[in-house]
C-alpha cells in the first residue's frame, strides 16, 4: 500500500472487527466450570472484565488465581474459544469501513492479543487482509496488556505512520490504554467486552457502532 502520512487505525480485533462475544461468554463459563464457578451472563462480564485477565478472575474468586489455577483456566479458555469462534463472523458493516478507509487514501493495521500464528489465517481465510499494511498478534503469554504490543506495532510502522495521527479503535479500556502508551488517539465502542461506564472511565469516546468509530477517528486524526 506503499507510504502513507494520513490518518491510521490501528484495528482490534476480537470484539471489534471479529463479533466473537458469544465464543468469549462460552468459552469464559468453561474456564470458570474448572473452578466450580457459576455461569456469567454477558452483562455481568461487561461489567467485571479487565485487563490482565488473572484481575478479572480475582474480581469473581475474590482473590487472585495460582498460577497453577490460571494455567488450567487459560488453557480450557483456548480450547473452547476455538471450538466456537466457527460460529462467529465479522462485526455489521466491517467490510464496507475497511473498504472506505483505504480508497480514502488512508492507511489500517490490526494489532491483537490473539494469538499470532492463530490470528493470521483467521484474518485471511475471511478476505481481508489487503486492506491492512500489517497483521500482528500476541507473541508470549496469554493474559498481558497490549501497551508493549502497541509499541512494537507501530515501531514496525516506523516512517510510515504518525503515532499523532493514529487512532486505535477496540472494545476495551486496554485499547485505550495502549494507545496512550504510544502516543496515539483512542476510540472505544461498545459491542464487545466492556459496558459503556467501564469504557468511559477510559477518557476517550465511546460510540456505540464501529461506522461511528470510523467517523471519529477521522475527526480526531485530522485534528492530530
Excluded at 462460552?26 to 474448572?34: K, P, Q, R, V
Excluded at 464496507?96 to 485471511?124: C, F, K, N
Amino acid at each position: 500500500m506503499g507510504t502513507h502520512t494520513d490518518a491510521h487505525i490501528v484495528w482490534d480485533w476480537n470484539g471489534t472487527l471479529f463479533h466473537d462475544v458469544d465464543a468469549v461468554i462460552g468459552a469464559t463459563n468453561a474456564a470458570f466450570a474448572e473452578l466450580g464457578l457459576a455461569p456469567i451472563t454477558l452483562e455481568r462480564y461487561r461489567e467485571l472484565y479487565c485487563v490482565p485477565v488473572p484481575r478479572f478472575y480475582e474480581r469473581l474468586l475474590g482473590r487472585l488465581p495460582s498460577q497453577a489455577e490460571w494455567e488450567v483456566m487459560d488453557a480450557v479458555f483456548h480450547r473452547h474459544y476455538t471450538e466456537h469462534r466457527v460460529r462467529c463472523g465479522l462485526a455489521d458493516g466491517v467490510e464496507d469501513l475497511l473498504t472506505g478507509w483505504v480508497a480514502a487514501g488512508r492507511s489500517q493495521s490490526i494489532l491483537s492479543m490473539y494469538g499470532h500464528e492463530e490470528l493470521v489465517p483467521l484474518v485471511e481465510d475471511f478476505g481481508i487482509s489487503s486492506h491492512f499494511v500489517r497483521v500482528d498478534g500476541r507473541t508470549g503469554p496469554s493474559g498481558g496488556s497490549k501497551a508493549e504490543h502497541m509499541v512494537r506495532h507501530l515501531d514496525a510502522l516506523r516512517g510510515t505512520v504518525d503515532p499523532r495521527r493514529t487512532v486505535v479503535i477496540g472494545d476495551a479500556a486496554d485499547d485505550a490504554l495502549a494507545a496512550l502508551h504510544v502516543g496515539a488517539h483512542a476510540v472505544l465502542w461498545t459491542g464487545g467486552s466492556h459496558g459503556r461506564a467501564g469504557l468511559e472511565a477510559a477518557g476517550v469516546p465511546v460510540v456505540d457502532s464501529l461506522s461511528e468509530a470510523v467517523a471519529e477517528a477521522e475527526r480526531l486524526a485530522v485534528s492530530g
